[in-house]
């Protein structure tokens, strides 16, 4: 089994910053991407921000310049810096991961909450 737990998330003024973290555990067979998504009450899963283990990296056009994502390879362990948070970012972010073998095999975190005061 592999085990995604997300931290970092909390409540937070307008024009602040929050470091979401992310570490993967368990049977990995092989990580191929590790994403951020985001998901608002009443709307979809969104796509934040994506990296690749090449470093290879693709942002949603509402968070490029304000949000960064990295990774530690090493520990299996995936980062989201957000800078300039707006009431709009208020969202319980997701973790995922994938690999592809055969077909891609996915794994989500069990979200952290973000909120943004006005």
């Known amino acids: 089994q592999v085990q995604l737990v997300e931290s970092g998330g909390g409540l937070v003024q307008a024009g602040g910053s929050l470091r979401l973290s992310c570490a993967a555990s368990g049977h990995i067979f092989r990580v191929d991407v590790m994403s951020w998504y985001r998901q608002a009450p009443g709307k979809q899963r969104e796509l934040v921000a994506s990296i690749t283990s090449g470093a290879s990296i693709n942002y949603a056009d509402s968070v490029k310049g304000r949000f960064t994502i990295s990774r530690d390879n090493g520990k299996n362990t995936v980062y989201l810096q957000i800078n300039s948070l707006k009431p709009d970012d208020t969202c319980v972010y997701y973790c995922?991961?994938?690999?592809?073998?055969?077909?891609?095999?996915?794994?989500w975190g069990q979200g952290t909450q973000v909120t943004v005061s006005s």
């Open positions: 995922n991961m994938y690999y592809f073998l055969n077909r891609r095999n996915d794994y």
